[in-house]
Protein backbone atom coordinates (compact mmCIF):
# COMPACT_ATOMS: atom_id res chain seq x y z
CA UNK A 1 0.00 0.00 0.00
CA UNK A 2 0.92 3.78 0.11
CA UNK A 3 -1.62 5.59 -2.05
CA UNK A 4 -0.93 6.57 -5.72
CA UNK A 5 -0.07 9.84 -8.10
CA UNK A 6 -2.01 10.28 -11.53
CA UNK A 7 0.03 13.21 -13.10
CA UNK A 8 3.22 14.75 -13.39
CA UNK A 9 2.65 17.26 -10.55
CA UNK A 10 1.79 15.26 -8.06
CA UNK A 11 4.36 11.86 -9.07
CA UNK A 12 6.73 14.95 -9.00
CA UNK A 13 5.85 15.69 -5.34
CA UNK A 14 6.24 12.07 -4.36
CA UNK A 15 8.92 11.78 -6.44
CA UNK A 16 10.39 14.15 -3.78
CA UNK A 17 9.12 13.32 -0.37
CA UNK A 18 8.37 9.58 -1.14
CA UNK A 19 10.94 8.31 -2.71
CA UNK A 20 10.45 4.81 -1.26
CA UNK A 21 7.01 4.41 -2.90
CA UNK A 22 8.57 5.78 -6.32
CA UNK A 23 11.95 3.98 -6.65
CA UNK A 24 13.75 0.76 -5.26
CA UNK A 25 16.97 2.35 -5.01
CA UNK A 26 16.69 3.46 -1.59
CA UNK A 27 14.94 0.35 -0.13
CA UNK A 28 16.66 -1.56 2.72
CA UNK A 29 18.39 -5.15 2.49
CA UNK A 30 16.04 -7.08 4.76
CA UNK A 31 12.96 -6.21 6.63
CA UNK A 32 11.31 -8.17 9.42
CA UNK A 33 7.73 -9.49 8.39
CA UNK A 34 5.32 -8.63 10.75
CA UNK A 35 1.35 -9.73 11.24
CA UNK A 36 0.45 -11.84 8.11
CA UNK A 37 4.09 -11.86 7.16
CA UNK A 38 5.41 -13.24 10.64
CA UNK A 39 7.22 -16.38 11.27
CA UNK A 40 6.01 -16.36 14.71
CA UNK A 41 3.49 -18.93 15.49
CA UNK A 42 2.13 -16.32 18.46
CA UNK A 43 1.48 -13.73 15.87
CA UNK A 44 1.04 -15.36 13.04
CA UNK A 45 -1.21 -18.83 14.44
CA UNK A 46 -2.05 -20.05 10.79
CA UNK A 47 0.31 -19.06 8.39
CA UNK A 48 3.84 -18.92 10.26
CA UNK A 49 5.40 -21.64 8.45
CA UNK A 50 4.25 -20.87 4.61
CA UNK A 51 6.64 -19.56 2.04
CA UNK A 52 6.42 -15.48 2.22
CA UNK A 53 7.00 -13.53 -0.47
CA UNK A 54 6.80 -9.73 0.22
CA UNK A 55 6.30 -7.37 -2.78
CA UNK A 56 6.61 -3.68 -1.56
CA UNK A 57 5.14 -1.15 -3.65
CA UNK A 58 7.21 1.63 -6.12
CA UNK A 59 5.06 1.74 -8.95
CA UNK A 60 2.19 4.23 -7.73
CA UNK A 61 -0.07 2.82 -9.44
CA UNK A 62 -2.35 0.72 -7.89
CA UNK A 63 -0.45 -2.32 -9.03
CA UNK A 64 -2.15 -1.83 -12.51
CA UNK A 65 0.11 0.26 -14.34
CA UNK A 66 1.86 -1.13 -17.56
CA UNK A 67 3.56 1.61 -19.35
CA UNK A 68 7.45 2.67 -19.58
CA UNK A 69 9.56 5.37 -19.48
CA UNK A 70 9.25 7.36 -22.63
CA UNK A 71 10.21 10.90 -24.27
CA UNK A 72 6.44 11.91 -22.89
CA UNK A 73 6.35 9.95 -19.93
CA UNK A 74 9.33 10.69 -17.11
CA UNK A 75 8.05 7.97 -15.05
CA UNK A 76 7.37 4.35 -15.60
CA UNK A 77 4.34 2.52 -14.16
CA UNK A 78 4.96 -1.25 -14.37
CA UNK A 79 2.59 -2.43 -10.95
CA UNK A 80 0.82 -5.31 -13.45
CA UNK A 81 3.90 -6.14 -14.65
CA UNK A 82 5.87 -6.29 -11.40
CA UNK A 83 3.54 -8.84 -10.34
CA UNK A 84 3.72 -11.01 -13.64
CA UNK A 85 7.69 -11.01 -12.91
CA UNK A 86 7.91 -12.00 -9.63
CA UNK A 87 5.34 -14.90 -10.35
CA UNK A 88 7.63 -16.46 -13.26
CA UNK A 89 10.62 -15.88 -10.90
CA UNK A 90 8.57 -17.83 -8.12
CA UNK A 91 8.28 -20.56 -10.52
CA UNK A 92 11.82 -21.40 -10.65
CA UNK A 93 12.28 -21.25 -6.36
CA UNK A 94 9.73 -23.58 -5.56
CA UNK A 95 6.18 -21.80 -6.60
CA UNK A 96 6.02 -24.75 -9.62
CA UNK A 97 5.09 -27.73 -6.15
CA UNK A 98 2.72 -25.61 -4.76
CA UNK A 99 -1.05 -26.26 -3.57
CA UNK A 100 -2.18 -22.64 -2.89
CA UNK A 101 -0.57 -19.12 -4.09
CA UNK A 102 -2.18 -16.43 -1.18
CA UNK A 103 -1.97 -13.10 -3.22
CA UNK A 104 -2.46 -10.55 -0.27
CA UNK A 105 -2.01 -6.94 -0.01
CA UNK A 106 -3.47 -3.84 1.91
CA UNK A 107 -4.56 -0.57 1.44
CA UNK A 108 -3.61 0.11 -2.74
CA UNK A 109 -2.10 -3.30 -2.48
CA UNK A 110 -5.54 -4.77 -1.74
CA UNK A 111 -6.93 -3.18 -4.52
CA UNK A 112 -3.98 -4.66 -6.26
CA UNK A 113 -4.96 -8.03 -5.25
CA UNK A 114 -8.56 -7.16 -6.63
CA UNK A 115 -7.35 -6.35 -10.12
CA UNK A 116 -4.76 -9.09 -10.25
CA UNK A 117 -5.77 -12.29 -9.06
CA UNK A 118 -7.57 -13.73 -11.99
CA UNK A 119 -4.51 -12.41 -13.84
CA UNK A 120 -1.88 -14.61 -12.02
CA UNK A 121 -3.94 -17.14 -11.87
CA UNK A 122 -4.59 -17.81 -15.97
CA UNK A 123 -0.78 -16.84 -15.80
CA UNK A 124 0.23 -19.83 -13.90
CA UNK A 125 -2.98 -22.00 -16.03
CA UNK A 126 -0.89 -20.82 -19.29
CA UNK A 127 2.64 -21.56 -17.55
CA UNK A 128 1.17 -25.05 -17.27
CA UNK A 129 0.65 -24.84 -13.56
CA UNK A 130 -3.15 -26.06 -13.17
CA UNK A 131 -3.02 -27.48 -10.25
CA UNK A 132 -1.81 -24.58 -8.03
CA UNK A 133 -4.92 -22.90 -6.73
CA UNK A 134 -5.05 -19.10 -6.46
CA UNK A 135 -6.71 -16.88 -4.30
CA UNK A 136 -6.79 -13.55 -2.75
CA UNK A 137 -6.75 -11.52 0.42
CA UNK A 138 -7.38 -7.93 0.13
CA UNK A 139 -6.80 -5.77 3.34
CA UNK A 140 -8.55 -2.31 3.34
CA UNK A 141 -8.40 -1.46 -0.39
CA UNK A 142 -12.34 -2.11 -0.93
CA UNK A 143 -13.24 1.26 -1.73
CA UNK A 144 -16.71 3.14 -2.48
CA UNK A 145 -17.05 6.01 -5.01
CA UNK A 146 -19.79 7.86 -2.72
CA UNK A 147 -20.15 11.07 -3.15
CA UNK A 148 -17.60 13.21 -0.49
CA UNK A 149 -18.92 14.88 2.02
CA UNK A 150 -17.44 18.31 0.70
CA UNK A 151 -16.42 18.22 -2.92
CA UNK A 152 -13.14 19.77 -3.73
CA UNK A 153 -11.43 20.17 -6.61
CA UNK A 154 -8.82 17.52 -7.53
CA UNK A 155 -5.46 19.28 -6.87
CA UNK A 156 -3.53 16.52 -5.16
CA UNK A 157 -4.05 12.43 -4.31
CA UNK A 158 -5.84 13.52 -1.21
CA UNK A 159 -8.52 16.02 -2.45
CA UNK A 160 -9.27 14.36 -5.24
CA UNK A 161 -12.61 12.62 -5.43
CA UNK A 162 -11.20 8.84 -5.87
CA UNK A 163 -12.76 8.25 -9.12
CA UNK A 164 -11.53 11.26 -10.64
CA UNK A 165 -8.29 10.18 -9.32
CA UNK A 166 -8.75 6.54 -10.92
CA UNK A 167 -10.14 8.09 -14.34
CA UNK A 168 -6.85 10.41 -14.62
CA UNK A 169 -4.78 7.54 -13.48
CA UNK A 170 -5.65 4.94 -15.75
CA UNK A 171 -4.84 7.07 -18.32
CA UNK A 172 -1.28 8.26 -17.36
CA UNK A 173 -0.23 4.72 -16.06
CA UNK A 174 -1.35 3.07 -19.20
CA UNK A 175 -3.59 1.01 -16.13
CA UNK A 176 -4.36 -2.66 -17.19
CA UNK A 177 -7.68 -3.55 -16.12
CA UNK A 178 -9.17 -7.65 -15.86
CA UNK A 179 -11.27 -8.66 -18.97
CA UNK A 180 -14.50 -10.13 -17.43
CA UNK A 181 -14.50 -6.69 -15.34
CA UNK A 182 -13.79 -4.43 -18.45
CA UNK A 183 -16.57 -6.36 -20.09
CA UNK A 184 -19.08 -4.80 -17.67
CA UNK A 185 -18.87 -1.29 -18.50
CA UNK A 186 -18.14 1.10 -21.48
CA UNK A 187 -14.66 2.05 -23.36
CA UNK A 188 -13.50 5.00 -20.73
CA UNK A 189 -15.13 3.69 -17.83
CA UNK A 190 -12.71 0.99 -16.95
CA UNK A 191 -11.95 3.28 -13.51
CA UNK A 192 -15.24 1.30 -12.22
CA UNK A 193 -13.01 -1.74 -11.92
CA UNK A 194 -10.67 -0.20 -9.25
CA UNK A 195 -13.42 -0.25 -6.76
CA UNK A 196 -14.23 -3.36 -5.03
CA UNK A 197 -17.91 -4.06 -5.06
CA UNK A 198 -17.62 -3.40 -8.79
CA UNK A 199 -15.28 -5.96 -9.88
CA UNK A 200 -16.05 -8.65 -7.71
CA UNK A 201 -18.36 -10.23 -9.08
CA UNK A 202 -16.77 -10.52 -12.23
CA UNK A 203 -13.80 -12.80 -10.32
CA UNK A 204 -13.38 -16.07 -10.69
CA UNK A 205 -10.63 -16.85 -7.97
CA UNK A 206 -12.04 -16.63 -4.23
CA UNK A 207 -11.25 -13.95 -2.37
CA UNK A 208 -11.49 -12.86 1.26
CA UNK A 209 -12.54 -9.00 1.80
CA UNK A 210 -11.08 -7.84 5.09
CA UNK A 211 -12.45 -3.98 5.68
CA UNK A 212 -12.50 -1.30 8.24
CA UNK A 213 -16.15 -0.43 8.61
CA UNK A 214 -15.20 3.13 8.97
CA UNK A 215 -11.47 3.17 7.12
CA UNK A 216 -9.50 6.17 7.81
CA UNK A 217 -8.20 6.29 4.08
CA UNK A 218 -11.97 6.41 2.80
CA UNK A 219 -12.98 9.45 5.12
CA UNK A 220 -9.56 11.51 4.02
CA UNK A 221 -10.91 11.20 0.47
CA UNK A 222 -14.35 11.84 1.70
CA UNK A 223 -12.81 15.09 3.16
CA UNK A 224 -13.90 13.97 6.80
CA UNK A 225 -11.51 14.89 9.08
CA UNK A 226 -11.02 13.99 12.24
CA UNK A 227 -8.39 16.30 13.91
CA UNK A 228 -9.55 16.99 17.12
CA UNK A 229 -12.72 19.37 16.99
CA UNK A 230 -15.85 18.07 17.91
CA UNK A 231 -17.35 16.52 14.60
CA UNK A 232 -20.60 18.25 13.43
CA UNK A 233 -23.66 16.63 13.13
CA UNK A 234 -23.47 16.62 9.25
CA UNK A 235 -20.26 14.61 9.71
CA UNK A 236 -21.55 12.11 12.21
CA UNK A 237 -24.57 11.30 9.71
CA UNK A 238 -22.24 10.67 7.43
CA UNK A 239 -20.00 8.69 9.06
CA UNK A 240 -22.57 6.49 10.01
CA UNK A 241 -23.70 6.29 6.39
CA UNK A 242 -20.67 5.27 5.10
CA UNK A 243 -20.88 2.31 7.36
CA UNK A 244 -24.29 1.25 6.32
CA UNK A 245 -23.41 1.47 2.77
CA UNK A 246 -20.06 -0.34 3.56
CA UNK A 247 -21.81 -3.35 5.06
CA UNK A 248 -24.43 -3.05 2.02
CA UNK A 249 -21.78 -3.86 -0.57
CA UNK A 250 -20.24 -6.85 1.48
CA UNK A 251 -23.60 -8.34 2.22
CA UNK A 252 -23.01 -10.83 -1.10
CA UNK A 253 -19.29 -11.32 -0.33
CA UNK A 254 -18.49 -14.79 0.98
CA UNK A 255 -15.81 -14.47 2.84
CA UNK A 256 -15.56 -10.78 4.73
CA UNK A 257 -14.27 -9.36 7.94
CA UNK A 258 -15.62 -6.25 8.49
CA UNK A 259 -15.37 -4.66 12.20
CA UNK A 260 -16.90 -1.38 13.01
CA UNK A 261 -13.71 0.38 13.25
CA UNK A 262 -11.76 3.61 12.34
CA UNK A 263 -8.50 2.35 11.37
CA UNK A 264 -6.79 1.58 8.19
CA UNK A 265 -4.71 -1.76 7.04
CA UNK A 266 -4.78 -4.54 9.74
CA UNK A 267 -3.02 -8.08 8.37
CA UNK A 268 0.63 -6.59 8.55
CA UNK A 269 0.23 -5.14 12.27
CA UNK A 270 0.91 -7.20 15.13
CA UNK A 271 -2.37 -6.45 16.93
CA UNK A 272 -4.03 -8.66 13.35
CA UNK A 273 -4.92 -11.69 16.56
CA UNK A 274 -7.06 -9.32 18.56
CA UNK A 275 -9.13 -7.61 16.47
CA UNK A 276 -12.50 -10.16 16.72
CA UNK A 277 -16.07 -9.67 15.51
CA UNK A 278 -18.85 -11.93 16.46
CA UNK A 279 -16.21 -13.81 18.78
CA UNK A 280 -13.91 -14.94 16.09
CA UNK A 281 -10.27 -13.45 15.33
CA UNK A 282 -9.58 -12.50 11.96
CA UNK A 283 -6.46 -15.77 11.66
CA UNK A 284 -9.27 -17.69 13.15
CA UNK A 285 -11.88 -16.32 10.04
CA UNK A 286 -8.93 -16.96 7.79
CA UNK A 287 -8.28 -20.39 8.41
CA UNK A 288 -12.26 -21.45 8.65
CA UNK A 289 -12.24 -20.35 4.93
CA UNK A 290 -8.98 -21.90 3.89
CA UNK A 291 -10.55 -24.98 5.27
CA UNK A 292 -13.87 -24.39 3.83
CA UNK A 293 -12.29 -24.04 0.72
CA UNK A 294 -9.71 -27.20 0.75
CA UNK A 295 -13.19 -29.06 1.27
CA UNK A 296 -15.59 -27.49 -0.53
CA UNK A 297 -12.58 -29.09 -3.80
CA UNK A 298 -13.38 -32.52 -2.04
CA UNK A 299 -16.97 -32.27 -1.89
CA UNK A 300 -19.46 -29.26 -2.24
CA UNK A 301 -20.32 -29.67 1.05
CA UNK A 302 -22.19 -26.92 3.18
CA UNK A 303 -19.93 -24.61 5.02
CA UNK A 304 -18.44 -25.84 8.11
CA UNK A 305 -20.27 -25.70 11.18
CA UNK A 306 -18.61 -23.57 13.71
CA UNK A 307 -15.94 -21.72 11.15
CA UNK A 308 -17.79 -18.77 10.33
CA UNK A 309 -16.67 -16.35 7.58
CA UNK A 310 -18.78 -13.78 6.94
CA UNK A 311 -18.07 -11.73 9.47
CA UNK A 312 -19.49 -8.22 9.60
CA UNK A 313 -20.22 -6.20 12.46
CA UNK A 314 -23.89 -4.98 12.34
CA UNK A 315 -23.38 -2.28 15.70
CA UNK A 316 -23.72 1.57 14.11
CA UNK A 317 -20.90 3.32 15.11
CA UNK A 318 -16.84 3.81 14.79
CA UNK A 319 -15.07 1.48 18.26
CA UNK A 320 -18.69 0.17 18.82
CA UNK A 321 -16.48 -3.04 18.69
CA UNK A 322 -14.58 -3.48 22.02
CA UNK A 323 -11.85 -5.21 20.25
CA UNK A 324 -11.08 -2.03 18.06
CA UNK A 325 -6.97 -1.04 18.06
CA UNK A 326 -6.41 1.74 20.41
CA UNK A 327 -7.13 5.48 19.39
CA UNK A 328 -5.11 8.28 20.70
CA UNK A 329 -5.69 11.96 20.84
CA UNK A 330 -4.13 13.15 18.08
CA UNK A 331 -2.80 16.46 19.80
CA UNK A 332 -2.18 14.64 23.23
CA UNK A 333 -1.06 11.26 22.12
CA UNK A 334 -3.23 10.24 25.07
CA UNK A 335 -5.41 6.49 25.02
CA UNK A 336 -8.87 7.17 24.71
CA UNK A 337 -11.55 4.44 25.76
CA UNK A 338 -14.85 4.11 23.55
CA UNK A 339 -17.14 6.79 25.30
CA UNK A 340 -14.19 9.39 25.16
CA UNK A 341 -13.73 8.60 21.99
CA UNK A 342 -17.64 9.59 21.25
CA UNK A 343 -16.90 12.82 23.46
CA UNK A 344 -14.25 13.69 21.62
CA UNK A 345 -16.12 13.00 18.02
CA UNK A 346 -18.89 15.36 19.44
CA UNK A 347 -20.88 12.38 20.26
CA UNK A 348 -24.26 13.62 22.16
CA UNK A 349 -25.27 10.89 24.33
CA UNK A 350 -28.94 11.99 25.33
CA UNK A 351 -29.66 12.80 22.11
CA UNK A 352 -28.34 9.50 20.58
CA UNK A 353 -30.45 7.49 23.40
CA UNK A 354 -33.38 9.26 22.39
CA UNK A 355 -33.03 8.21 19.00
CA UNK A 356 -32.71 4.87 20.14
CA UNK A 357 -35.50 5.16 22.47
CA UNK A 358 -32.62 3.91 25.77
CA UNK A 359 -32.01 5.26 28.96
CA UNK A 360 -28.54 7.87 28.75
CA UNK A 361 -27.07 5.18 31.19
CA UNK A 362 -28.19 2.44 29.34
CA UNK A 363 -26.60 4.24 26.33
CA UNK A 364 -23.34 4.83 28.08
CA UNK A 365 -22.88 0.88 29.67
CA UNK A 366 -23.90 -0.58 25.94
CA UNK A 367 -20.84 1.59 24.67
CA UNK A 368 -18.09 0.69 26.95
CA UNK A 369 -19.08 -3.18 26.70
CA UNK A 370 -19.21 -2.78 23.25
CA UNK A 371 -22.58 -4.15 22.82
Given at each position: ?G?Y???????D????TM?????S????ATR?G???L??Q????PH??N??????????S?????A???S?????A?M??????E?I??????GLS??K?L?????S???TG?????DRV????????Y???QV?????S?W??D???????????????A????I?????Y??G?????????FK??E?????????I???L??????VQ?L????QL?V???HL?????Q????????N????LRNT?KD??????P?C???EI?T??HW?????K?TSL???????D??L?E??????A?L???P?H?I?S?P?????PSC???????T???M??I???MH?G?DV?K???????E??K??????SG?
Amino acid sequence: GGWYCFNRENCDTRYGTMRRLMSSREWPATRVGTGILSSQPEENPHWWNANMVFIPYCSSDVWSGASSKSEKNEYAFMGALIIQEVIKELVGKGLSTAKVLLLAGSSAGGTGVLLNVDRVAEQLEEMGYQGIQVRGLADSGWFLDNKQYRRTDCIDTITCAPTEAIRRGIRYWNGIVPERCKLQFKEGEEWNCFFGYKIYPTLRCPVFVVQWLFDEAQLTVDNVHLTGQPVQEGQWLYIQNLGRELRNTLKDVTASFAPACLSHEIITRNHWTDIQVKGTSLPRALHCWDRSLHESNKNGKAPLKGCPIHLIDSCPWPHCNPSCPTIRDQFTGQEMNVIQFLMHMGFDVQKMAQQQGLEPSKLLGMLSSGN
